[in-house]
């Protein structure tokens, strides 16, 4: 049998019209609990012949394109609307002729955050929500420690902002190079997108304005603010794993029991199809949920709704793929494994497991116009997991290398960095990439960047400064013959907004200086989380 499809306009508030389709079983029954997906990237061309074959298991759908895209009327200026638009078509399906009195939100990335921006109102017919691949908290969308996400949310926006419409788009990643960068929506779209112009001020995260409803405040906390079962879904290659992660965490006791959480090996695409052509990058065999647990989003609404058995996955647990080990596993938190096992930098480019006896210096050469750059996104922009260069590929890459392992080795939680470094800028910044080495080629683990400044608000030149990193949680094996390599640079364009080597607000700089940077060897290090004590080869 095929799916029943009905097409409609749904008139918004304000006038606008969005195209809705309503996909219905065609098993003989007339009202049934509804899933509602609403997206901004359906082109306008898109059948609804796609959708009549696909499976519904009970359930009717409701298929929105966000406002301005698609085949829906008016503008498109991302997270603007999707608060009144979404809550407005609640209100449209609860006088719809198939609705049994339960809604069911799904989405993944943007397709979430058009859910997260309403659940605060808490709606009593919500049963359960499918929320993937997505923060409810803006400024980690666009900044890390103060770095705008060039890569990821400036590449976005600029495909986003009035979607539908035949306007200017002169982008690429280049563009980032302009200083300042205020003003630089008017270069791309040749006009001027206050919105954007606005998120660009205000790189530390406890300004103000990310309170304000322009700022996200609408989402924060959102899942804390309703009480219907959320099931969330990462990767560990995601962009937004670690604010998944920070969500999971600020979720009281109460509501952590009816929730669940789940994070595959994979990237933003958390359940991506079996790769078909030869790849240097692991496939991780055993790793997509649709391998493990076929219709685990139907599985989950049924749960919430009828009480149905949960496998694979349980409530009030994280359960989690550990990479190069071909298991999944089940914890409420994923803490650091046991045995901290430090590497140290030392003079000749390599990682010690013991403290080098000589503490020594490496300088190198940091220009803001010939920024270095790194292949894939790891957790921060797309592309996630990707062969690296060479080490010491730059001048201003600086490789260290340890020696081969002679055991197997588990590490799980938050990998820890402290560089001990100074400059001649009155303020820079450093960025750290952690890969694995296994028959001679390069994959990344985690990435971290951060500056002297946000650190310490006054840096004197010349003067020794430490900066800890805290990576993203990871979960991992390595192997016997595996080694580690820690790159040290100053720059990862275009995933990051390039530091100028001035102080003060980066975005308003209008040039930039070219400065020594240098890492302290010997006190420099990088700290693993392992299952037992470590041992290197002689």
């Known amino acids: 049998m095929s799916n029943i499809i009905r097409e409609c306009f749904v008139r918004m508030s304000d006038g606008v019209e969005l195209y809705t389709m309503v996909i219905l079983p065609d098993d003989g029954g007339d009202r049934f609990p509804t899933i509602i997906r609403r997206s901004p990237y359906s082109a306008p061309s898109e059948s609804p012949d796609v959708f009549k074959e696909i499976p519904l298991h009970g359930y009717a759908q409701v ?11 008016g503008i498109c200026i991302p997270y603007v609307n999707e608060r009144s638009d979404g809550l407005e078509l609640l209100d449209w399906i609860r006088k719809q002729d198939f609705y049994n009195g339960e809604l069911f939100l799904m989405g993944s990335s943007y397709l979430s955050s058009v859910h997260f921006s309403y659940i605060n109102t808490n709606p009593p017919d919500v049963k359960g929500a499918l929320l993937a691949v997505q923060d409810t908290n803006r400024y980690n969308i666009l900044y890390r420690n103060g770095f705008f996400k060039t890569g990821l949310h400036g590449r976005w926006s600029s495909t986003m902002y009035k979607r539908n419409m035949e306007i200017e788009r002169n982008y690429c990643h280049e563009i980032w190079q ?63 794993l670690d604010g998944v992660f920070d969500m999971w965490k600020s979720l009281t006791p109460e509501r952590r029991c009816s929730c669940a ?45 009828k009480g149905i058995p949960l496998h694979f996955f349980e409530k009030g647990s994280i359960t989690y793929y550990r990479l190069f080990d071909k298991k ?107 890969d694995y080495v296994r028959d001679g080629i390069a994959l990344p683990l985690r990435d971290a960047i951060d500056s002297l400044c946000r650190v310490e608000k006054d840096y004197i030149v010349g003067s020794e400064r430490i900066i800890k990193f805290s990576f993203p949680p990871h979960a991992f094996k390595l192997l016997p013959g595996d080694s580690l390599r820690l790159d040290v640079s100053s720059s990862c364009f275009p995933h990051y907004h390039v ?13 930039a200086d070219i400065c020594r940077n240098t890492i302290i060897t010997g006190l420099s290090s990088i700290t693993l989380f392992c299952d037992k004590p470590l041992k290197q080869a002689e």
Request: proline letters at 8%; aromatic letters at 12%; one cysteine or more.
């Open 63 to 73: 298929f929105q394109h966000c406002r301005g895209t698609g085949k829906s009327k």
């Open 178 to 240: 302009t200083r300042p960068i205020t003003g630089i929506t008017k270069s791309i779209f040749n006009e001027t997108v206050p919105q954007f112009e606005e998120e660009y001020l205000h790189p530390d995260r406890s300004d103000h304005f990310w309170q304000t409803p322009e700022g996200g405040s609408d989402y924060a906390d959102a899942c804390n603010k309703c009480s219907f079962p959320i099931l969330l879904v990462t990767s560990f290659y995601d962009l937004y």
């Open 261 to 305: 959480l789940i994070v595959t090996p994979f990237g933003h695409a958390f359940n991506p199809p079996p790769r078909t052509e030869p790849s240097s990058i692991p496939d991780f065999e055993g790793g997509r949920l649709s391998e493990v647990c076929p219709d685990f989003e139907y599985l989950w609404f049924d749960h919430c709704r």
């Open 328 to 434: 999944w596993l089940t914890t409420t938190e994923l803490e650091n494994s046991p045995c901290p096992r430090r590497f140290y930098l030392a003079q000749d480019r390599t990682l010690q497991s013991s403290k080098p006896s000589d503490i020594g210096e490496i300088t190198y050469t940091y220009n803001p116009y010939a920024p270095a750059t790194f292949e894939g996104g790891i957790c921060s922009a797309f592309d996630g997991m990707q062969v690296q260069a060479k080490p010491n590929s730059r001048y201003d890459i600086i490789s260290f290398v340890s020696a081969p392992l002679t055991e197997e080795l588990v590490c799980e939680g938050r990998i820890e960095a402290e560089l001990h470094c100074r400059s001649t800028a009155p303020d820079t910044c450093f960025y750290l990439r952690l």
């Open 499 to 511: 530091h100028t080597n001035r102080k003060g607000l980066q975005t308003v700089q209008t040039g």
